[in-house]
């Protein structure tokens, strides 16, 4: 993903824009007009599972990913919900925000094309139809449209805001976890991802005052957060690196055993975050990841202990009895470092915090800090699917950070095969069933709807700032 | 050249009234230059105010980029000074108002000049930025306290001060957000935005909640900073757009037009410093040659061939050495040894002309320079241009550089630099270490400008190498100057450029006497015109 930021000119392809769509296109003020490619009109006969009277739903018949995510596009993606978030304003009228915005498409073949930008949502629309991407990304908001790029000269082609983001990525929690390695995830090692939540969400809001937070799923094993208030996105590079560095405590790469250095005093904001990982850590660590019940994860912990009579002292304690209770041995190794510190005052400052130190190693959060300190980095868009778990990547409320299960999230098939019991069971004569979308027939419809709650909390913001201004 | 008062400069830089050295003018030597002068100026003084206040800068950020001790920066940046923009602190008791008065108006004068030159493109504007904040930090750091306060109570700067009441329910939180904080209850606090203080956001050495961040007294230089930089950064705008509007000035465009230039480095067109080069002086002057051109140099000779970006890059690099075409289209043809000369006449003949400017358009291309080296054109699979600190995997750049016997310490160095992306000083630096050597030297006495020796003061030129045939130039000079001091200053060495090859003796004799061995007829009546553009085999 790193090299997601570099320009792909060769490999993107121009698209000409169609002739008698000017700016401005849209004169009603009635947001639905902008959808008149409604899903309601698009082809049914396209759905395999609808062809004769039997729905087909159990997963081998599911067809291939090719087949799902036209479907998905086609159904079920809530396009409304989410032409609205990215326009940034109450009109229905295609924003700045909307317009300048580049999307970026990664179609099967993994080819990318950067710099896509859309005058109207069915433009989009019929574009995301058309292509059949994979999945795609949203990049940042330009000073013009990213399309138009080539009227100017480079320089003058520039990110002007984009949402503060974070993404944290299971894999770099592969040295400290052993429930699972690489792709998997489970819901032992998901924990990692609730306390990443909880410590940045709160940081966010308390510390930098942002309201609009948005956790999304990544798909497979790991988060996003959008933060889309006005402020956020305003940011410049050298701010969105001053939160990450704010933020980051562990620090180095794998020839880096202890990778926190912590100050004898802790920051307010890291007090704070300590508090959450005391409430997981030992369920965490000693419970899930069994860090101290086997020789060989128990390691990870003793070779970094600055001194090193106090680790071979512990290790041949826990050798001699390797069946005690992880709380017995974590308790041995705090009086050990105790006594040691009672014994030689000289050591007081290598040894005091070191249990600490590695509750955070152990338990902080892990950010991919390229993406957020870049404004024109690119990041996956909430509501794509996963293209190798064939997941929706749904956003998490944050108030239900403890109960995710990252096994939850809908895939296309199930989804297929709720829309067609839903429309077995309602009559299409039936006048309710019609006006409803696809997506709100199925499961994603709670997931909709919580985003949606988001956008209102960002829309009466907008509405007062609008009044406040007159 | 110009006597009398330019009277478009006045209008420019004042509203036409006459002023005196004001007393209050100038109160410390800091200055957020709010105000344009109210004075008159020559037009020679207009130029030559620009030019030393832009010595000032590139010293200073060349300084900072080389990553010296404060002690070797705080030398380096204060020769540059005392050279060319002196600023006298109040507190020196030899100088007299009337020259504090002075430095201080060459001082504010110098600025709106370059802010003139500077605010015509986004790219000019965030160099001069960048550059006036550093300048304006070093001062600010380097003066009394004393002057600090007098000079921050003139600026009504509105930051909204903590109560005391505040200070008390946040007690805790300040004192743990600092690990300097002292006596919260003494220590005056101010409320900003995070945003305008990164520095010590990103370092948590400062409480934020809810998006304000309480900033203590003695972190201020951090706001002061950020004012000046945010100001600087609007005016500027607002000049880039002014600017068209006196266009048609005929007499002060030309000068800024020319000062803006400056930081872009010199445009090296064919300079011949070394003389007229024959075909076959190139092997031998090898050795001047900065890594990238002796490595397209070497995979030349071995592979016999080089492809088009190769031959662009080494080719117009020959050009701006002093390479005449006809000794062009030899040293091509003579290099390319496996194909024979009716095939290079169809295929690379046409190609070298059109980079003299021969050919086709006929626009006389001129020799690379570092940056778009670096920045274009990147090279693939099977080519061999490009900059090696840029280009070359960590493993392969270290064994070229232990193959020119660079020890470990400074290999080390260099690689760190790279790692930095600061491409440029690594070569600067291999120019340094490799060039110390060359002359017989300690590389340890040539870092970051400072060095006992008249040629070791020549290596560590204070300048960063932004072109290659600045690297190759200063070698060559470097050299010669060399040589002239072991011979005691025989006329051979004294000779300027130009004088040809001839006064050039030392590790690399150049051998006059190949001179003309070749004899070759005018490639250009033998290739047709129809030959294709860019040929690339």
């Known amino acids: 993903m790193s090299d997601m930021d570099i320009d792909h000119d060769p490999r993107e392809r121009q698209r000409t824009v169609e002739a008698g769509q000017p700016e401005g296109q849209v004169e009603k003020d009635d947001l639905d007009h902008l959808f008149d490619l409604d899903d309601s009109e698009l082809d049914k006969v396209d759905n395999p599972w609808m062809t004769g009277t039997k729905p087909i739903s159990s997963n081998a018949d599911a067809g291939d990913i090719h087949q799902q995510l036209m479907l998905y596009y086609r159904h079920f993606f809530p396009f409304k919900p989410f032409f609205q978030w990215l326009n940034y304003d109450i009109a229905p009228k295609p924003s700045k925000s909307f317009l300048n915005r580049e999307i970026c498409w990664t179609l099967m073949d993994d080819t990318f094309i950067r710099f896509q930008s859309y005058r109207t949502l069915e433009e989009f629309k019929n574009d995301m139809i058309r292509l059949n991407p994979a999945k795609f990304d949203l990049g940042a908001i330009y000073n013009i449209r990213p399309k138009d790029r080539h009227m100017v000269r480079p320089t003058a082609f520039i990110p002007v805001a984009k949402e503060m983001v974070f993404d944290i990525d299971m894999t770099d929690y592969d040295e400290i976890r052993t429930c699972c390695k690489g792709a998997d995830v489970c819901n032992k090692c998901w924990e990692f991802m609730t306390v990443a939540m909880k410590i940045i969400d709160v940081a ?31 940011l410049n590079n050298d701010q969105r690196k001053a939160i990450v560095s704010y933020l980051e405590v562990i620090k180095g790469g794998a020839q880096q055993g202890k990778k926190v250095k912590l100050p ?15 409430e997981h850590f030992r369920n965490l660590v000693f419970e899930s990841q069994e860090i101290l019940s086997e020789p060989e994860n128990w390691e990870k912990i003793l070779t970094l202990i600055p001194d090193e009579g106090v680790q071979a002292r512990i290790r041949q304690s826990w050798e001699d009895s390797p069946n005690r209770a992880p709380s017995l041995k974590w308790a041995e190794l705090l009086d050990s470092i105790g006594d040691e510190i009672a014994q030689h005052s000289a050591k007081r400052q290598a040894l005091e915090h070191f249990p600490r130190d590695i509750m955070f190693q152990f338990t902080y959060p892990r950010l991919d800090d390229k993406v957020s300190t870049n404004i024109n980095h690119l990041l996956k868009s909430p509501f794509c699917v996963h293209p190798k778990t064939g997941r929706v990547c749904v956003p998490i409320p944050i108030e239900d950070c403890e109960d995710f299960d990252p096994s939850s999230p809908p895939t296309v098939p199930q989804l297929v095969q709720e829309l067609n019991q839903y429309d077995a069971t309602h009559p299409t004569s039936d006048d309710d069933s019609n006006k409803l979308q696809d997506w709100q027939k199925t499961s994603l419809r709670k997931h909709v709807e919580y985003f949606e709650r988001f956008l209102k909390g960002l829309s009466r913001e907008m509405r007062e700032k609008k009044q406040k201004g007159r | 050249m110009f006597t009398q008062h330019n009277r478009k400069s006045r209008q420019l830089l004042a509203s036409g009234i006459k002023s005196t050295y004001d007393d209050d003018l100038y109160p410390t030597r800091l200055n957020f230059y709010r105000e344009p002068p109210l004075l008159e100026i020559s037009i020679e003084e207009f130029e030559q105010f620009a030019l030393d206040r832009m010595q000032v800068l590139q010293a200073l950020l060349t300084a900072q980029m080389r990553n010296l001790t404060p002690e070797q920066l705080d030398k380096a940046v204060n020769e540059a000074i005392r050279k060319y923009m002196p600023m006298s602190p109040n507190s020196k008791s030899n100088t007299s108002h009337r020259q504090l008065m002075e430095e201080r108006r060459k001082d504010h004068i110098s ?9 015509r493109s986004q790219e000019l504007r965030s160099w001069f930025l960048r550059a006036e904040c550093a ?5 600010f750091e380097k003066e009394m306290l004393k002057d600090q306060l007098e000079f921050l109570e003139k600026q009504n700067l509105s930051w909204k001060k903590v109560s005391d009441e505040d200070k008390r329910l946040l007690r805790e939180k300040l004192k743990t957000s600092s690990f300097k904080a002292g006596n919260i209850d003494e220590e005056t606090y101010f409320e900003v935005d995070f945003e305008r203080v990164t520095g010590l956001v990103g370092r948590r050495q400062v409480y934020i909640q809810a998006g304000k961040a309480f900033v203590r007294l003695s972190d201020q230089v951090v706001l002061v900073l950020d004012e000046f930089k945010e100001r600087l950064s609007h005016a500027l ?3 880039g757009r002014a600017l068209p509007r006196m266009d048609e000035d005929d007499r002060l465009m030309p000068v800024l ?5 400056q930081y872009l480095g010199r445009e090296f067109t064919s300079s011949a410093i070394a003389g007229e080069i024959q075909a076959s002086d190139v092997d031998t002057l090898k050795v001047h040659m900065p890594l990238c051109m002796e490595h397209l140099h070497d995979e030349l000779r071995r592979e016999k061939h080089t492809r088009h970006g190769g031959r662009m890059q080494y080719g117009l690099f020959l050009k701006g050495m002093g390479l005449s075409l006809e000794q062009a289209l030899i040293f091509w043809q003579m290099a390319f040894e496996k194909i024979t000369p009716e095939q290079f006449n169809k295929n690379y003949a046409y190609n070298v002309r059109h980079t003299y400017g021969m050919e086709g358009k006929r626009t006389d291309y001129t020799p690379y320079s570092c940056k778009s080296i670096i920045m274009n054109n990147a090279p693939g699979p099977g080519d061999h241009h490009g900059c090696p600190f840029r280009h070359f995997s960590a493993p392969n750049l270290r064994a070229q550089l232990a193959a020119h016997n660079v020890d470990e ?4 160095d260099i690689i760190h630099k790279v790692q930095q992306r600061h491409y440029q000083i690594a070569c600067t630096r291999y120019y340094e270490v490799t060039r110390a050597k060359m002359v017989g030297i300690s590389p340890e006495n040539v870092k970051g400008g400072l060095s006992d020796s008249a040629t070791g003061s020549m290596i560590a030129s204070q300048e960063v190498i932004e072109h290659p045939n600045q690297f190759f130039e200063q070698s060559y000079l470097l050299m010669k100057s060399k040589n002239a001091e072991s011979e005691g200053g025989a006329a051979s060495g004294a000779t300027g450029a130009g004088e040809g090859m001839d006064g050039v003796t030392g590790p690399a004799p150049l051998d006059a006497t190949v001179k003309g061995r070749y004899t070759y007829k005018k490639a250009g009546a033998s290739i047709s015109s129809n030959v294709q553009h860019d040929i690339d085999m």
């Open chain 1, 264 to 278: 004898n005093t802790l920051h307010p904001s890291l007090s704070r975050s300590f508090e959450t990982i005391q």
């Open chain 2, 257 to 261: 037009n020319n000062i803006n230039k």
């Open chain 2, 409 to 412: 310490f400074d290999t080390d």
């Open chain 1, 204 to 234: 966010m809001r308390d510390d930098f005052g942002f309201k609009h937070i948005l956790w999304v799923y990544s798909g497979r094993r790991g988060i996003h957060c959008w933060i889309a208030d006005e402020r956020a996105r305003k």
């Open chain 2, 135 to 139: 300048l304006f930090r070093y001062r």
């Open chain 2, 111 to 119: 600025h709106f000049i370059l802010r003139l030159a500077y605010s």
């Open chain 2, 237 to 239: 705008e607002v000049t």
